[in-house]
């Protein structure tokens, strides 16, 4: 059974950091490629960073480049999320997905993130 869990969300002053993991159980990690989405209330989900499975590229959104790093450790069979320079709009549940051609698409349960002084 497949199963996506992700921690590290918290409350944080703006300006502040936080460090989101997610780790992946049930699936051969490293032939998958791993994305953030977060989804504020009253919003769709958006595509916040994306990494290959070898970690060779990566993909970020707009509106977090410069502040957000995705990586991996595929001997952990983890995803990380470094978010610095937090601002009141990141304030949104975060989601881990995983995903490769010809296999299901698999989420995470999310891990809510709150900027606000």
């Known amino acids: 059974q497949v199963q996506l869990v992700e921690s590290g969300g918290d409350l944080v002053q703006p300006g502040g950091s936080l460090t989101l993991s997610c780790t992946a159980y049930g699936l051969t990690f490293s032939n998958f490629v791993m994305s953030w989405y977060r989804q504020a209330p009253g919003n769709g989900r958006e595509l916040v960073a994306r990494i290959g499975a070898l970690s060779s590229n990566t993909e970020y959104a707009d509106s977090v480049k410069g502040r957000f790093t995705i990586s991996r450790d595929n001997s952990k069979n983890t995803v990380y999320l470094q978010m610095n320079s937090l601002k009141v709009e990141d304030t949104a549940k975060y989601y881990c997905?995983?995903?490769?051609?010809?296999?299901?698409?698999?989420w995470g349960q999310g891990t809510q993130v709150t900027v606000s002084s």
């Open positions: 997905k995983a995903n490769q051609i010809g296999r299901p698409v698999y």
